[in-house]
Nanobody
């Protein structure tokens, strides 16, 4: 079974940057679409960014467009989320998730599509 481990979270001041990593084990990520989700206290878990198997399709929610970038390095079996110009409202636990897609379709944010989830990493944006 695919296992995902997030890292790179922490405390950062508003306007700062963090890079989250999602590393896979047991299987290679080549045929998996990867999504980053986040959940703030008292809120629903929401999709933030996703990337298709080929990397040719990415998607971001409006609130992070222009600030977050998702990328994948299949050779390292890792997906990254570069987060710049962070705001206090970005504070949440960030999760990476995956679903198998050998058809190279555009990625989606529907949580039900994702079969594998990491344990999450805390991101706190505060002065």
């Amino acid at each position: 079974q695919l296992q995902l481990v997030e890292s790179g979270g922490g405390l950062v001041q508003p306007g700062g940057s963090l890079r989250l990593s999602c590393a896979a084990s047991k299987f290679t990520l080549d045929a998996y679409t990867i999504g980053w989700f986040r959940q703030a206290p008292g809120k629903e878990r929401e999709g933030v960014s996703c990337i298709s198997t080929s990397g040719g399709s990415t998607k971001h929610i409006d609130s992070v467009k222009g600030r977050f970038t998702i990328s994948r390095d299949n050779a390292k079996n890792t997906v990254y989320l570069q987060m710049n110009s962070l705001k206090p409202e970005d504070t949440a636990v960030y999760y990476c998730a995956a679903y198998w897609d050998p058809l190279f379709r555009p990625c989606v944010f529907e949580r039900g599509e994702y079969d594998y989830w990491g344990q999450g990493t805390q991101v706190t944006v505060s002065s």
